[in-house]
């Protein structure tokens, strides 16, 4: 037992001390990753004074909520309507959705890049940035939430809606009240698994974007590009923060749920 | 809800996303483009076996299994022993094991650059010692480094799902009917997991071999794998033709993993059952 604890110890160290190191380096005030310069939140202040940074986090942020709240809607009518459809049909259908999932970010990267500037040269007008990048996410987002919905039909009573439709409620209607609830499980893992592939992403964004508009990753891919930089130390402290609470809110829920449920 | 009408706002998005992107990497693949006229050739694929070109795939397929393989001897034990039915605290380990990869990978192959830089901390420990600085980055050695720190969480999940999902009946079983621990390991454990050592495989393999993050960072700007060619030669040099040519060799090559390995799974599921 003490041989599998310290095995499991010497494998978190190696997972976490990078990060670690990181996290201490961005209080350093010292500019040398070696030399401790004494406590100071100097990265900190610069950091929130940078403009670029905050662009970028904006982008980050609202590209995450548009995308994943666009792609969760146009996802979920389309699972409703692949459900419906006959075994080829369907088959077809989720083969070619699964391309932008088991391709490598790369090939999907560069494929987007050629369409757009083809549409670009073909119309005479257009450039990359913020809509391309938009765009984009929603793209490689869209599939997700799908696969997350699918499965919900499994655990769904039919009858439901035909006796809403029997009881006078519109086809609409009886839609957004009684297929939508059902789904909204699969609705919102897809949400949430889009908003966090999109916030994450570097490789298609690298590829979808044009001059002046950047995200996190862009950002930090290029700041790391020309060597060490202490303001990304501060900045993946931050990050780094925001995600672990982030899931320990998420985790504390459902252990709450589940008391609830007297599991 | 009869109605399939719903999934064509949809399909008109997917065709305009997936299929004709993809139709256009196949048609710059195999058209060169001279003043206004546009002709087949076979010429861009052609190119790529040049040994210099080939060697760059060899490079990347070679360095993604090396990381594949380290992932799979760091990580195996790891799942095995947290799927331990006795182990308390169960949950926050794996809570642990789980958080990196929820953190900007862009960060986490940063982080490496602030330990193994010429000005990092392990260079400054170096100093302090009175010993010259190093250069360790810029090599294989990083690049595999990188990698493996990157993807291990990805391997480690799926073989734990898998294991933890045995039924706990048969290795009692076996331990009734006289195996020592090593034989309920090799006979029971070790092949029911493998489901889960292929799917890890597939999740550390796939984005390993197209990288270019990792090779650009912690490799340098000589540093360079498939990934870092198919970005050069559309952001730097420009040639469609050629880029789209390398994607499609990519794009086939993930392809026929996908293909095997699916094979292998369906063969370890057989044997199992």
Redesign the interface.
């Known amino acids: 037992m003490r041989l ?1 604890k310290t ?2 110890a010497l ?2 160290m ?3 001390a ?2 670690f ?2 996290m201490l ?1 961005s209080f350093n005030a010292s500019r ?4 401790w310069g004494g406590f100071s939140l100097h990265w900190y202040a610069a950091l929130f004074q940078d403009r670029n940074i905050a662009q970028a986090l904006y982008n980050t942020v609202t590209i995450g909520l548009l995308s994943a709240t666009i792609a969760a809607v ?2 979920t ?6 459900n ?2 006959r075994k080829g ?1 369907k088959k077809i ?1 989720l083969g ?2 699964s ?2 999932v ?7 990267g ?6 757009y500037l ?1 549409v670009f040269r073909l119309v005479g007008a257009g450039r990359l940035g913020y809509m391309t990048l938009l ?2 996410h929603i ?1 490689f987002n ?1 599939p997700y939430v ?1 696969l997350s919905v699918l499965p919900r039909f499994k655990h769904m009573n039919k009858h439901l ?1 035909e006796a809403a439709l029997d009881l006078g409620a519109s ?1 609409r209607y ?2 957004l009240k009684v ?1 939508v609830p059902q789904l909204m499980p699969g609705i919102v893992t897809g949400w949430v698994l889009a908003f ?1 592939l999109s ?2 992403d ?2 298609v964004s ?2 979808t974007t044009g001059a002046g508009v950047s995200n ?2 862009l950002i ?2 290029s700041m ?2 020309t ?2 930089n202490p303001m ?2 501060a900045l ?1 402290t931050l ?2 923060v925001f ?2 609470v982030l ?1 320990f809110i998420i ?1 504390m829920r459902d252990s709450i749920k589940l008391k609830k449920l007297g599991g | ?11 008109i ?2 065709i ?7 139709l ?2 196949v048609h ?1 693949s195999f058209t060169v483009t001279t003043g206004n006229v546009t002709s087949f050739t076979l010429d861009n694929l052609a190119r790529f076996f040049d040994p210099l070109y080939v060697n760059i795939l060899r490079r990347s397929i070679v360095l993604a299994a090396q990381a594949t393989g380290i992932c799979l001897l ?1 990580g195996y ?2 799942s095995y ?2 799927a ?1 039915k006795e182990f308390r605290d169960r949950n926050i ?1 794996l ?3 789980v ?2 990869m ?14 193994l ?1 010429t ?3 392990l ?3 170096l ?2 010692f009175g010993l010259p600085p190093m250069q360790l980055l810029f090599n294989d050695g990083a690049v595999l480094l990188g990698l493996v ?1 990157t993807f ?2 990805f391997m480690i999940l799926p073989i734990y799902v898998s294991i933890q999902k045995i039924d706990q009946s048969l290795i009692e079983g076996a331990q009734d009917l006289g195996a020592n621990g090593f034989n309920v390991f090799r006979r029971i454990i070790l092949p029911l997991s493998l489901p889960g050592v292929v799917s890890g495989l597939t999740m550390v393999f ?2 390993a ?2 990288t ?2 990792v090779s ?2 912690l490799g340098g700007g000589q540093f360079i794998l498939i ?1 870092n060619l ?2 050069q030669q ?2 730097l040099v420009g040639n ?1 033709n050629f ?2 040519a390398l ?1 499609l060799i ?2 086939v090559l ?2 026929l993993c ?1 293909v095997l390995l699916s094979f292998l799974n369906k063969e370890t599921k057989e044997e199992a059952i």
Do not use: C, H
Request: charged share 5%; net charge positive; no cysteine.
């Open positions: 599998r095995y499991l494998i978190l190696f997972l976490y990078p990060i190191i990181l380096q040398t990753m070696g030399a146009i996802g009518l389309a699972a409703v309507g692949i419906n459809m049909a259908v070619l959705s391309i932008p088991a391709n490598p970010d790369i090939v999907t560069v494929s987007l890049l050629i369409l083809s765009l984009a793209a869209i799908i809606y086809p009886a839609f297929v966090t916030v994450d570097f490789m690298f590829f996190l990753s930090i891919f790391a590009r060597g060490v990304i130390n993946s990050m780094f995600v672990m899931l985790n | 809800m009869k109605s399939k009408a719903l999934a064509y706002p949809y399909i998005w997917m305009i996303f997936t299929v004709i992107p993809i256009l990497i710059y760091l034990p790891v022993i947290l331990q380990l809570f642990l094991f958080v990196p929820w953190m900007n990978f862009l960060i986490r192959t940063y982080a490496w650059l602030t330990i830089g000005n990092g901390v260079n400054s420990v100093t302090f720190y291990l969480p796939m984005p071999v197209a270019f993050v650009n960072l990934g198919i970005e559309f952001l469609w880029g789209s994607a990519l794009m993930i392809v996908n």
